[in-house]
T-cell receptor, first 112, second 114 residues
Framework: DAGITQSPRYKITETGRQVTLMCHQT?????MFWYRQDLGHGLRLIYY???????DKGEVPDGYVVSRSKTENFPLTLESATRSQTSVYFC???????????FGSGTRLTVV | AQSVSQHNHHVILSEAASLELGCNYS??????LFWYVQYPGQHLQLLLK??????LVKGIKGFEAEFIKSKFSFNLRKPSVQWSDTAEYFC????????????FGQGTELSVKP
């Protein structure tokens, strides 16, 4: 689905660096989400947003920052990357509460 | 806290075998239920969803799931699996008035032997 794109697809960064993962959707969906996927943990919600300028913490928000100044964009920033943040990050969007998500292709982040 | 349990972590089947993957959730109110599939190296894709009405829902690629409210379950089934069904399967629950977020199970890895 070309409607939700994540960039970059792969990223290697050093411990302590700031890194931003981008997420862009073209449907004007109200809801957007960031999850991380790790072996043994499934998908865990980092942050979500119900609309522009409205964001809320999920299950594992520590070390992450989000913003949503425009409906279509929902960037995720790791303020000071740690090795425990090595993961695959998925962005998703949905049209309304209770609707299914559409996922982006993911960003594989390695922190060395 | 609400949670979703998928009891099978890894299932191995031969082609043409029948499949049933278990999913249970812990929440007493109204829920929306989903199954997603993730093929190797890809993102999650929606297989099927239940909002209301007929508790037996049919999805893509011959999958179906049955919502049993009394058991808080939403098991995924397929009568005859194919090698191409090899993937990881995630059950998810959406709770009304919780900001649209879904709670995912830990996933079940399905390996189908040709």
């Amino acid at each position: 689905d070309a409607g939700i794109t994540q960039s970059p697809r792969y990223k290697i960064t050093e411990t302590g660096r700031q890194v931003t993962l981008m997420c862009h959707q073209t449907w004007s969906h109200s809801y957007m989400f960031w999850y991380r996927q790790d072996l043994g943990h499934g998908l865990r919600l980092i942050y979500y947003s119900a609309a522009a300028d409205i964001t809320d913490k999920g299950e594992v928000p520590d070390g992450y920052v989000v913003s949503r100044s425009k409906t279509e964009n929902f960037p995720l920033t790791l303020e000071s990357a740690t090795r425990s943040q090595t993961s695959v990050y998925f962005c998703a969007s949905s049209r309304s509460q209770g609707d299914g998500y559409t996922f982006g292709s993911g960003t594989r982040l390695t922190v060395v | 806290a609400q949670s979703v349990s998928q009891h099978n972590h890894h299932v191995i089947l031969s082609e043409a075998a029948s499949l049933e993957l278990g999913c249970n959730y812990s929440y007493g109110g109204t829920v929306n239920l989903f199954w997603y599939v993730q093929y190797p190296g890809q993102h999650l894709q929606l297989l099927l969803k239940y909002f209301s009405g007929d508790p037996l829902v049919k999805g893509i690629k011959g999958f179906e799931a049955e919502f049993i409210k009394s058991k808080f379950s939403f098991n995924l089934r397929k009568p005859s699996v194919q090698w191409s069904d090899t993937a990881e399967y995630f059950c998810a629950v959406g709770i009304y008035n919780q900001g649209g977020k879904l709670i995912f199970g830990q996933g079940t890895e399905l390996s189908v032997k040709p």
